[in-house]
Structure formats: C-alpha cells, structure tokens
C-alpha cells in the first residue's frame, strides 16, 4: 500500500469537485461523464442528472460503473487517482436515502459556493434526479504507477 493511503484517497475526493463516470448501455457500449458530485462517508458517491442524459439512461440498463476522481491539473508523472467500482441507482422520491443523500449533496454544493439543494429539486416536477452509487472496491494511483486498494470508509 502507498503512504497514507485512505487518508490521501479521500483528499483527492475532498479536493475535486467532478468525477468522471463510466457507464455502459444495455449492449455494452460505453459511455463516460463528467459529473458535479457530493459523498456521503466516501461509500456512497451523489450527483445530480436529467434522466434523459445518456449516462442516466445507462445506469437504468446497467448500474455496474466506473468512476476515476482526479486532479487533471498536476505536471506529468505527479498524478493521484482514486478509482472506484460501483452500483448506482436512481435514488427514491421519498424516505430516508433522498432525506439524508439531498444533504450531503447541498452540504458540498454550498461549501463550493453553489446552491442549496432540496428534495423539490429532484424530484416531482424538477429536470433532474438524483442519483447515488454505492462504492463496492476502491483503488489509490500515488506516485508509481500502480494501483493499490483500500477501504475509504
């Protein structure tokens, strides 16, 4: 395992405000987005997306998902990735997932200076839902090229 891993994986996570999310549709053709996103615990990744976007209707088909959270900005040979493989999910319209996932992802919204958000605008009438991806293995990239598991919880 590379130096403080868990501590620095969740730096990355703290410290980026998009991931990069793979998915692929019923056939297998893949697909990957840039998604605004918010965690909870580091075990369960949030975002917001029309339902229509091609990864939403992805995830309908297939929730299995790749997800790479990255400073794209760092010189050549200082990059530190976290991967992660996941199952998403649409989260319900009502109970205590959309309560307490709409919170984490408001808290980070406005710590980033965006808005607050609530359950009205995911769903009802809203454009967009929401959408959380529970973290099933994990993967730190620091420093040499290789890539070491870990457990961010």
Not at 83 to 91: S, T
Request: proline share 7%.
């Amino acid at each position: 395992m590379t130096a403080g891993g868990p501590e620095r994986a969740r730096a990355v996570v703290d410290g980026n405000d998009y991931m990069t999310l793979a998915t692929a549709d019923a056939g297998g053709t893949p697909w990957a987005s840039p998604v605004w996103f918010a965690h909870d615990g580091y075990r369960e990744v949030v975002w917001a997306s029309r339902p229509g976007a091609r990864h939403s209707r992805n995830v309908a088909a297939r929730p299995e998902v790749g997800i790479v959270v990255f400073d794209s900005t760092v010189p050549v040979g200082a990059a530190v990735a976290v991967y992660l493989e996941a199952r998403a999910r649409p989260v319900g319209e009502d109970g205590p997932d959309l309560a307490r996932l709409i919170a984490a992802y408001s808290r980070r919204s406005e710590a980033r200076g965006g808005p607050a958000w609530g359950p009205a605008d995911v769903t009802g009438g809203a454009a967009h839902r929401l959408y959380a991806a529970r973290v099933t293995a994990a993967w730190l990239l620091a420093g040499d090229d290789r890539r070491h598991a870990l457990d961010l919880a």
